[in-house]
């Protein structure tokens, strides 16, 4: 099934910014995906940024993307990644796994979904008791970053850039769908005065119980 995703402003802006990363971020990147093995979703792939990254032991990765120009590029990533992964039109909503997975990755897309607690209680149930969702999230601030998101989620940000909202407290929905989260922490990607609203991620393993 093909997704109804068609967003060619922001496929443009995330080819470019996706394809030049910083250091700091590639190894975060990593971090994420340290220690994988077996099966594994990702969600929204992007331009497939992630998949240089996954370690030996994984053994397949199903990666949907909805925005077929991103798709287009995760494929051309695929073919050169270092272990097999496979890429899907399919929103993350409109798929359907075969059997249960062993892993959820997710990198800067909760903040990108209609509905973050009704995608998290669907990534629960799509894998085995003690499958593990690893995330490297932007996350709600507080005070002035807060206020500063809130104006960009009401604003123009999340139409320009693919609906990205900056202001989610994705950690404590990660936490309302069942997951038990075993890793967090906080990464500035920016320095902590700058002002953008998605200068802090957060990394962390949750795992179903
Ligand atoms: C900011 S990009 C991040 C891409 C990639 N995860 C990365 O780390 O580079 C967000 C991605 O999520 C995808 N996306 C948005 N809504 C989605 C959904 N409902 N299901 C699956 N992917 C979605 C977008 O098409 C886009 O490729």
New binding site residues.
């Given amino acids: 099934m093909s997704?109804d995703?068609d967003?060619p402003f922001?496929?443009r802006v995330?080819t470019a910014m996706?394809g030049h990363e910083t250091d700091e971020m590639r190894t975060l990147?990593s971090e994420n995906l340290a220690g994988l093995r077996g099966r594994v979703l990702?969600?929204?792939?992007?331009?497939?940024?992630?998949f240089a990254h996954y370690p030996p032991s994984v053994t397949e990765v199903v990666a949907?993307?909805?925005?077929r120009r991103?798709a287009a590029h995760a494929r051309d990533a695929a073919a050169r990644a270092p272990v097999p992964v496979t890429v899907t039109t399919?929103?993350?909503?409109?798929?359907s796994p075969g059997a249960p997975f062993d892993a959820v990755v997710?990198?800067?897309?909760l903040?990108?979904?209609?509905d973050l607690n009704g995608?998290l209680r669907q990534l629960f149930s799509m894998l085995r008791p003690g499958g593990e969702l690893r995330y490297?999230e932007h996350i709600a601030g507080t005070g002035a970053r807060a206020r500063l998101q809130r104006f960009a989620d009401a604003t123009v940000w999340p139409r320009m850039?693919?609906?990205?909202h900056t202001h989610r407290h994705t950690e404590a929905a990660i936490t309302a769908a069942g997951f038990r989260v075993e890793t967090a922490r906080r990464e500035w990607v920016f320095p902590a005065w700058v002002p953008l609203p998605v200068a802090e991620l957060a990394l962390g393993r949750a795992v179903r119980p």
């Fill in positions: 997704s995703v967003n922001f496929a995330w996706s990147r990702e969600v929204g792939a992007g331009t497939g940024t992630n949907v993307e909805p925005e991103l399919e929103s993350v909503e409109q798929f997710c990198s800067l897309v903040c990108s979904v209609d995608v490297l850039l693919g609906n990205c």
